[in-house]
């Protein structure tokens, strides 16, 4: 069982990149999926998530507008489309996996953590 993330990078202020998790050893489904991220010396914080069968979404304040979650269960596979990054945008950033339909932005209760991938925006 495992989730992967990947499609971090370095990217300039206001460009875009799109993340990706993809799960092995069992299938999305019928889990909700969160991405979280985690700056140096700041907590792990919610960035997005998407119920089970892609009807509800949720964003964190700063990104509404920003950033898209989606998800593909053909591929199980999960994206977080990021455009207009700024420097504060900077973290490691993590998907999880939770068995039931609804998602939540808090990290407890999660079952499943992929092992990050790193975005910086920087000039």
């Known amino acids: 069982v495992q989730l992967v993330e990947s499609g971090g990078g370095l990217v300039q202020p206001g460009g875009s990149l799109r993340l990706s998790c993809a799960a092995s050893g069992f299938t999305l489904d019928y889990y909700a999926i969160g991405w979280f991220r985690q700056a140096p010396g700041k907590e792990r914080e919610g960035v997005s998530c998407i119920s089970s069968n892609s009807g509800y979404t949720n964003y964190a304040d700063s990104m509404k507008g920003r950033f898209t979650i989606s998800r593909d269960n053909a591929k199980n596979t999960v994206y977080l489309q990021m455009n207009s990054l700024k420097p504060e945008d900077t973290a490691v950033y993590y998907c999880?996996?939770?068995?039931?339909?609804?998602?939540?932005?808090?990290?407890?209760?999660?079952?499943?953590w992929g092992q990050g991938t790193q975005v910086t925006v920087s000039s």
């Open positions: 999880a996996a939770v068995a039931r339909s609804s998602c939540r932005l808090t990290s407890w209760g999660y079952d499943y």
